[in-house]
Nanobody, 127 residues
């Protein structure tokens, strides 16, 4: 059974940067879809970004329009760790961020596609 542990959340000022990490155990990333979602107070969980790294090391990514050009998703297969580099942060990026893993390969923006979830890490952006 896969276990996911997020880290790297915290407080940042608008325009600043944070990098989130998601360490996985029990399942290799290779060839499978991994994603970041976020949930702000009183709102539904929303898709942020997804990645699939092929066995050959070629990656495919997908981003929500709201973070495109500001956030970058990546993986380090050797460390079985996924990252979310967040630049040009905005107050509306404030949320609990969750990493998720799927059994399949589709870069879906639907939460139910992902069968394993981390516990979440808080990101707060002040104006």
């Amino acid at each position: 059974q896969v276990q996911l542990v997020e880290s790297g959340g915290g407080l940042a000022q608008a325009g600043g940067s944070l990098r989130l990490s998601c360490a996985a155990s029990g399942r290799t990333f290779s060839g499978r879809a991994m994603a970041w979602f976020r949930q702000a107070p009183g709102k539904e969980r929303e898709f942020v970004a997804a990645i699939r790294l092929s066995v050959a090391g070629i990656g495919s990514t997908r981003y929500a329009d709201s973070v495109k050009g500001r956030f970058t998703i990546s993986t380090d297969n050797a460390k079985n760790t996924m990252y979310l580099q967040m630049n040009s942060l905005k107050p509306e990026d404030t949320a609990v961020y969750y990493c998720a893993a799927a059994l399949g390969t589709v870069l879906s923006d639907l939460a139910y596609v992902y069968d394993a979830w981390g516990q979440g890490t808080q990101v707060t952006v002040s104006s």
